[in-house]
Structure formats: structure tokens, C-alpha cells
Nanobody, 114 residues
């Protein structure tokens, strides 16, 4: 059974940084395009970044040039580096395939506040 476990969230001041991790167990994402999503308070979950098997990446305009997605296929771990954080980045962050084909994990809370 595939399980996704996100970690690394927390409370950070505006302008700060965090590194999120997503560990996959029970499967392999070597052949999948993987993605990070987030769900701000009271809003729908949104796709913010994805990476395909050749390492190519794509970002939503709201996070472009501030967030960086990467993957370690040998360790079945997906990362998201969050820099220059803003209050509007406050959300629960999730990982999944680009088609959201796996069961969602619990997510990790990121709160940006002074």
C-alpha cells in the first residue's frame, strides 16, 4: 500500500525559508511525475510545482522563483525548498503524483507570520 508522509513544516517569519520532505513507502515514484500541492485556509487545494522523471520542473506563478522542487528517486523522497516566504504561503502542503493518483497523506502545515 502506497503511503505518502510529508514533513518539515512549521512557523516562520515572512522572508524566511523552510524545506519540506515527502517520503513515499510501499511504492516507487521513479516513473511518475511528482508534485507539491497546498491548501490555504478556507480554500481549495492547488497544484504549485511538479517535476518529471528527466528532472524538468514547472511552477505556479505564485511560487515561481521562490520555491524549488527536487527529488531523490533512490530514497523515494520528494523535496520542496521554500524561500522568501510570504503570509499568503500559509497552507497545508501535500505531495502526490501530478495526476493526484495516490491517497493523500496528512500534509504538513506551513504558517508564515510575524
Amino acid at each position: 500500500q502506497v503511503q505518502l508522509v510529508e514533513s518539515g513544516g512549521g512557523l516562520v517569519q515572512p522572508g524566511g525559508s523552510l524545506t519540506l520532505s515527502c517520503k513515499l513507502s510501499g511504492g516507487s515514484f521513479s516513473f511518475y511525475a511528482m508534485a507539491w500541492y497546498r491548501q490555504p485556509p478556507g480554500k481549495e487545494r492547488e497544484l504549485i510545482a511538479h517535476i518529471i522523471s528527466d528532472g524538468s520542473t514547472n511552477y505556479a506563478n505564485s511560487v515561481k522563483d521562490r520555491f524549488t522542487i527536487s527529488r531523490d528517486s533512490a530514497e523515494n523522497t520528494l523535496y520542496l525548498q521554500l524561500d522568501s516566504l510570504r503570509p499568503e504561503d500559509t497552507a497545508v502542503y501535500y505531495c502526490n503524483t501530478l495526476t493526484a493518483g495516490w491517497t493523500w497523506g496528512q500534509g504538513t502545515q506551513v504558517t508564515v507570520s510575524s
